[in-house]
């Protein structure tokens, strides 16, 4: 990239369009590479982004100069403006899409909790180690502390990368070379092609399918298991629902069989939820008798992206021993996330599935009311907000939104601050249900400035 010819330096012609270049003593005043250097705030930015992103920017405002599309004096200037503002290209966005566990923007936002303690664990850190007695300790012991004391029915937990490695641990571990018994109403596909058979069956465990589509009783599975049998799985259908004339068997009717059932209620839930009375919770389906509790940190959980293993403490152990556990294993940042989320306050996924309507509603109306006096063409509206990544399907929570002409989609989403709406009956939905109260003043100010290319001004 840093090599790239310079059209019109390179002994080509120059592009037809490209302003004249400056006489030789405005060239002689564009700023060195070494004197920008020392400008204060470019010093900044070498400590925030490292020297060679931001050379790169002064590289190409010096060109910008030499070419004269700007005068000398604005080289430090377009130089910073053409630095990220971010270290890694992920760049923080407002969900304002309504749903509140967004796969494309990461699922769960963290709270101020876990992000402080992800700052704290970055270092150094006693991740495996006793600092009392100097010698190694067991990793993360703290994080699974932490699921213990909220989860009591479970007598041991363990940690992994997501909700489909737990499943590929167990079904490694307690079923390779085995059967897992699995209704046909389960077999489902989370998302983007990820299909849970297909995952199963990876790992050497053959699946014995039972029961129909909709309907799959207690003696469909009793007639199938065996000494052949891994364990018996129950799939949460986290992203749709069969109604009508249907039957599954609950956890307590599956308990008899002589082998591990091992329920995966995806969500992470910890306990019932009164917004979310059809989620499935791991408390619940451990005192019903479930061996095994799997389910994803950054659903409604609202920590990391992690997987969690609760329940039989035989089994666990056999889990957290398998030479795949070490493929699998967190790295100290989501223990250290995780901790907090489960210690700390609410979680932003908490406080947005608890929001009220008429709070919601307030919080539209006051924020359409400042950017109308501004002149902008925007109402408060009434919304539908959903759960999303995988929970609680056909649950829809009464929301409030900023509704705004539908160019300021694209202008919203490409902004200095971007913020991700909605489209609905030709109008762009900011739904406040995912935005944070304290998010309020910043989605107004994007909104501001993203008026004059919605407007086609820009
Ligand atoms: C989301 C989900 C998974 C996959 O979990 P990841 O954390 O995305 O790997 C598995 N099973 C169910 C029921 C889910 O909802």
């Known amino acids: 990239m840093e090599q790239r010819p310079v059209p019109g330096r390179t002994g080509g012609a120059p592009p037809r369009s490209a302003p004249e270049e400056p006489p030789a003593d405005v060239r002689r005043r564009i700023p060195r590479t070494d004197a920008l250097l020392r400008d204060p705030r470019l010093a900044a930015a070498v400590d925030r982004l490292g020297a060679h992103r931001v050379k790169a920017a002064v590289r190409q405002a010096q060109e910008r100069a030499r070419a004269g599309a700007i005068p000398p004096e604005q080289v430090p200037q377009t130089a910073l403006d053409l630095l990220p503002g971010t270290a890694s290209g992920l760049r923080p966005v407002i969900n304002a899409t309504g749903v509140l566990l967004h796969t494309n923007l990461g699922r769960a936002a963290l709270s101020a909790a876990a992000r402080q303690a992800v700052r704290e664990a970055a270092g150094p850190t006693d991740v495996e180690l006793d600092l009392t007695t100097g010698v190694r300790a067991r990793r993360g012991r703290s994080a699974l502390a932490a699921l213990h004391a909220r989860m009591p029915a479970a007598r041991a937990a363990h940690v992994v990368n997501n909700g489909a490695a737990a499943l590929v641990l167990a079904a490694t571990a307690l079923a390779a070379g085995k059967e897992i018994v699995v209704s046909r109403g389960e077999m489902v596909e989370i998302g983007d092609g990820f299909r849970l058979p297909d995952l199963l069956v990876s790992t050497g465990a053959r699946l014995r399918e039972v029961g129909t589509t909709n309907r799959t009783t207690p003696a469909d599975y009793a007639a199938v298991t065996g000494p052949d049998t891994g364990f018996v799985l129950k799939v949460h259908p986290s992203n749709f629902r069969i109604t009508g004339f249907t039957r599954s068997a609950e956890v307590a009717e599956l308990t008899g069989l002589g082998v591990p059932v091992v329920v995966d209620i995806g969500s992470g839930l910890l306990a019932p939820h009164p917004a979310l009375p059809e989620e499935p919770d791991a408390d619940t389906q451990l005192r019903a008798g479930a061996a095994l509790v799997t389910a994803s940190g950054d659903k ?49 996924t908490a406080l947005a599935l608890t929001a009220g309507p008429d709070a919601l509603r307030a919080r539209a109306e006051r924020l359409a009311a400042a950017l109308a006096a501004d002149g902008i063409d925007v109402r408060a509206a009434g919304s539908a907000a959903t759960v999303g990544g995988g929970g609680a399907p056909g649950v829809t929570l009464p929301s409030a939104a900023l509704s705004l002409p539908e160019p300021y989609a694209a202008a919203l989403r490409t902004g200095p601050v971007p913020v991700v709406g909605r489209l609905e009956a030709g109008r762009c939905l900011l739904d406040l249900r995912a935005v944070p109260p304290e998010d309020d003043d910043r989605l107004a100010e994007a909104v501001r400035s993203a008026r004059a290319t919605a407007e086609g001004r820009a």
């Open 300 to 348: 409604l959980l609202g920590g990391p992206q992690c997987g969690l293993l609760l329940g039989r403490a035989d089994l666990v152990r056999a889990l957290a021993r398998h030479p795949l556990a070490r493929a699998l294993r967190v790295d100290k940042l989501t223990l250290a996330a995780l901790e907090a989320t489960l210690t700390g306050p609410p979680t932003p």
